[in-house]
């Protein structure tokens, strides 16, 4: 299995790692460890570079499986053994970060207005969707909720990160704010993003350490999908 150095450090954006195994059909690297996030819960996978001696490979995907994350390359493969230098494409990560914060803190302030669970989400760099069941929406609703949550992000609510055994977390059913318990039944442990005081929630990806480095937020608009479905966006000022 792959250390996952973002679990527990999202702020890591260069790593050391031993190539465990090597993939020549898909020109992919298994590492002993990576910053690499191999995407999920809507948030997509890193990009960035591994240095093996001379040679910069650019990191073209990443993906995980039961062995651990593979780093799918530009490049000829350096064989099991060898030591690697890895570097994440910093910019574009950290704007995940925030991004992927920013959703976070708008299930708070959705669930606070409207008791509302999340039927779905995606993000990319600078900005995200979520969607909600909200029967009783109104269009004068969409700027309270930008406001709320831009109160709330200035507050510097930090966010903290645990690990909760599986059946702990099965218990709590307030932390699953998915409609659907989509955790796989085959995991032990569950991380949980704790925007203190805001929003709570199992979650695998990056996020940032403290709201107000999310900054401004604006809410374009909130579509409606039709019987309770809305779809909410929120994008980066900057
Ligand atoms: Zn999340």
Known sequence: MTKRIYSTD???????????????????????????YPGGGGQPPDAGILTIGDDQLAVVRVTQDADGVWHW?????????????GRLDWERRYKLMRTHTA???????????????????????????????????????LPLVQADLNEELVRRRQIEVSFLPRDAADNDPSLIRTKVNLLPKTLTEVRVIDIVGLDRQAD??????????????????????GRGFRRIRVSLAE
């Open 204 to 225: 695998g990806g990056t996020h940032v350490n403290e709201t107000g480095e999310v900054g401004a937020i604006t809410i374009p608009k909130a579509e409606n999908k």
């Open 103 to 141: 959703l976070h803190a708008l299930c708070g302030v959705i669930w606070r207005r409207f008791e509302s669970p999340v039927t779905g989400g995606n993000m990319e760099p600078g900005s995200g969707r979520l969607d909600f069941d909200i029967p009783d929406w109104s269009a004068d609703d």
């Open 10 to 36: 999202s702020y890591a954006r260069a790593m050391t790692a031993t190539v465990v195994r090597t993939d020549v059909d898909d020109n992919r690297v298994l590492l002993d460890q990576t910053v690499f």
């Open 73 to 85: 390359l530009d490049g000829g493969l350096p064989s099991a053994g060898t030591t690697v230098e």
